[in-house]
């Protein structure tokens, strides 16, 4: 069975850019997460899909990052414009349903550098 | 918001000694679920708790989750090197209905000397 796909797997880019990520989940899955995960701490929960629909985006930066899953499949989560503290691996991942008893895949992640 | 936090932060043992890491929210969790990183790596999956009380062992790892459903723990008996990495509790507050959204712990991240 095929692993959760992220890409680009690095990034680096100067700050007031913009950047996009790609996730593409594990067939079947309906529930998409995205988190931010600085050096050294926990994954925080950036944005949650069921199927196409937003379940939680209270701890996304509205102003400056925004995520889709146009067609309940892949998503992409874009970052305009980047702040330094924007440094951080961007993790994506899916489970079955979001419900007790489902566990989440995480996907390698990419690591984004703005300098 | 929901917290999770887990104590302690960091761990350095000699292989062969036991490892014990404790999870704490300050909301009612719906299941508690454990996750281990390798250096470099992602979160993978290690197990899952939903009743309260509950005790899982998986080999040498023993998790348990509290009576009142807001603290767990991770115990490892006699630590190997293939152990290191750091082990995050995640947990859907009992409150987000069907929303279960997934909050992690801070995590504590193990060293095992050799």
């Known amino acids: 069975e095929a692993g959760v796909a992220q890409s680009p797997r690095y990034k680096i880019i100067e700050k007031r850019q913009s950047v996009a990520f790609w996730c593409n989940p594990i067939?079947?899955?309906?529930?998409l997460y995205w988190y931010q995960q600085i050096l050294g701490q926990g994954p925080k929960l950036l944005i949650q899909?069921?199927?196409?629909?937003?379940?939680?985006d209270s701890q996304l930066p509205k102003d400056r990052f925004s995520a889709e899953r146009l067609k309940g499949v892949d998503s992409t989560l874009k970052i305009q414009p980047a702040k330094l503290e924007d440094s951080a691996v961007y993790l994506c991942?899916?489970?079955?349903?979001?419900?007790?008893?489902?566990?989440?895949?995480f996907g390698q992640g990419t690591r984004l550098t703005v300098v | 918001g929901q917290q999770v936090m887990q104590i302690p932060q960091y761990q350095h043992v000699q292989e062969g000694e036991d490892f014990t890491t404790y999870c704490n929210s300050s909301?009612?969790?719906?299941?508690i679920q454990w996750y281990k990183q390798r250096p470099g790596g992602h979160p993978v999956f290690l197990i899952q708790?939903?009743?309260?009380?509950e005790v899982k062992k998986q080999k040498r790892l023993t998790f348990q989750f509290g009576e009142a459903k807001k603290n767990s723990s991770l115990h490892i008996t006699a630590t190997q090197t293939t152990d290191v990495g750091t082990y995050f509790c995640?947990?859907?507050?009992?409150?987000?209905?069907?929303?279960?959204?997934?909050?992690f712990g801070s995590g504590t991240q193990l060293t095992v000397l050799p």
């Open positions: 991942a899916s489970s079955l349903v979001a419900r007790a008893g489902t566990e989440a895949f």
């Open positions: 995640a947990g859907p507050p009992l409150s987000s209905g069907s929303a279960r959204q997934l909050t």
């Open positions: 708790l939903v009743k309260s009380g």
């Open positions: 067939s079947g899955h309906a529930t």
């Open positions: 899909f069921q199927n196409n629909g937003v379940v939680d």
């Open positions: 909301t009612t969790l719906s299941n």
